[in-house]
C-alpha cells in the first residue's frame, strides 16, 4: 500500500500537531500501521504502534503519555497526536504499514513493515 505522511511543521517546545498518514488502498483496514522518526545523524527508530483493527496500541518509552496514535478505516488514515512537543522530538517522522491477517497485533520491529510513506518532518524548536 503507498502511504502520504503530512502534517509536519516548525513549532514551540510544549505545542502540538497531528500527522496524518493517508492511503487510496481499500485494503488499508488490512494492515497494521507504525509510526517511526529519524533524527539528524540517528538511525530511525520506533515510536507507535496500532493494530489493524484500532484496538491495540503501543508507544516507546520517550512518548509515552504525550503521543496518541489511532486510525479510522472508513478514511483510509492513520494519525499520529504529537502533545507536550519538545526539541528532542525533532525529526522526520515515517508511517509504515505491515500487512496481517491478524486484527489485533501491533508491531514494534522496523523490519517487519512492508509499506513506508515518504516522511514528514517536525522541528521543534526551545
Known amino acids: 500500500v503507498q502511504l502520504q505522511a503530512s502534517g509536519g511543521g516548525l513549532v514551540q517546545a510544549g505545542d502540538s500537531l497531528r500527522l496524518s498518514c493517508a492511503t487510496s488502498?481499500?485494503?488499508?483496514?488490512?494492515?497494521?500501521m507504525g509510526w517511526f522518526r529519524q533524527a539528524p545523524g540517528k538511525e530511525r527508530e520506533f515510536v507507535a504502534a496500532?493494530?489493524?483493527?484500532?484496538?491495540?496500541?503501543y508507544y516507546s518509552d520517550s512518548v509515552k503519555g504525550r503521543f496518541t496514535i489511532s486510525r479510522d478505516n472508513a478514511k483510509i488514515t492513520a494519525y499520529l497526536q504529537m502533545n507536550s512537543l519538545k526539541p528532542e522530538d525533532t525529526a522526520v517522522y515515517y508511517c509504515?504499514?505491515?500487512?496481517?491477517?491478524?486484527?489485533?497485533?501491533?508491531?514494534?520491529?522496523?523490519?517487519?513493515?512492508?509499506?513506508w510513506g515518504q516522511g514528514t518532518l517536525v522541528t521543534v524548536s526551545s
Open positions: 488502498r481499500r485494503t488499508f483496514g488490512s494492515y497494521a
Open positions: 509504515a504499514g505491515k500487512r496481517t491477517v491478524y486484527t489485533g497485533n501491533y508491531y514494534l520491529d522496523i523490519h517487519e513493515y512492508d509499506s
Open positions: 496500532i493494530s489493524q483493527n484500532g484496538g491495540t496500541t
